[in-house]
């Protein structure tokens, strides 16, 4: 039990749906990440919030959209995905973004059809 | 670029040693970790060396040498429960993790 959940673990869409991804961390860190992890491919940071702000790094298409509505809670928006988003989406949080690391939930499967 | 590499896959049997190396070419170096990700599973931290040399705690071990941008993570004892993908990943200037591709480790009895 890492103390990070995701629902739903498993996620079965089409291009024109719409769905939301959703994170919950009980450890009381500030820092929260999405990350999308395909098959023999690095881990992608997709976005980071720090203290429920939004930490501008990454380009990421805008069908993607995160959400963070307390340091507890992180969302990602779906909407008009593409086939080649079908992966495991991985949500982590850190006690800070500087010096600790990072503990995941066990991801949600996307396969988008 | 930044770049992290690994290998893809090794193989070792239980009971022996094995040794998983990282090279990377980073922005930046604000320290390296270690991941433990079993099939379908989060990945799970293992270590974190900031400084060059060994750190150990238990079966494993994490060296680091910064000037060479070179880590490797050693493995005793194997056990049929450490099959597993190992990733490396290497926190920049911007503190931000870049992390290689992982190694899938195949234990054979």
């Known amino acids: 039990e890492t103390g990070v959940t995701q629902t739903p673990r498993h996620l079965v869409m089409g291009m024109t749906n719409k769905k939301s991804l959703k994170c919950e961390q009980h450890l009381g860190h500030n820092a929260m990440y999405w990350y999308k992890q395909s098959a023999k491919k690095p881990l992608e940071l997709m976005f980071v919030y720090s203290l429920e702000e939004r930490v501008e790094n990454n380009s990421v298409p805008s069908r993607f959209s995160p959400e963070c509505p307390n340091s507890s809670h992180l969302f990602l928006h779906l909407h008009t995905l593409q086939p080649e988003d079908s992966a495991l989406y991985l949500c982590?949080?850190?006690?800070?973004?500087?010096?600790?690391?990072?503990?995941f939930g066990p991801g949600t499967r996307l396969t988008v059809t | 670029g930044q770049n992290i590499d690994q290998p893809t896959e090794m193989t070792a049997t239980e009971g022996a040693i094995v040794q998983i190396n990282c090279t990377y070419q980073?922005?930046?170096?604000?320290?390296l970790f270690w991941y433990q990700q079993h099939a379908g599973e989060a990945p799970t931290f293992l270590s974190y060396n900031v400084l060059d040399g060994l750190e150990e705690k238990g079966r494993f071990s994490s060296f680091l040498s910064r000037s060479k941008g070179y880590s490797y993570l050693l493995l005793k004892e194997l056990q049929m429960k450490d099959s597993a993908s190992y990733l490396c990943a290497v926190r920049d200037s911007n503190y931000q993790l870049i992390w290689g591709a992982g190694t899938k480790l195949i234990i054979k009895p």
């Open positions: 982590a949080s850190s006690q800070d973004l500087e010096k600790a690391e990072q503990y």
């Open positions: 980073t922005s930046g170096f604000n320290g």
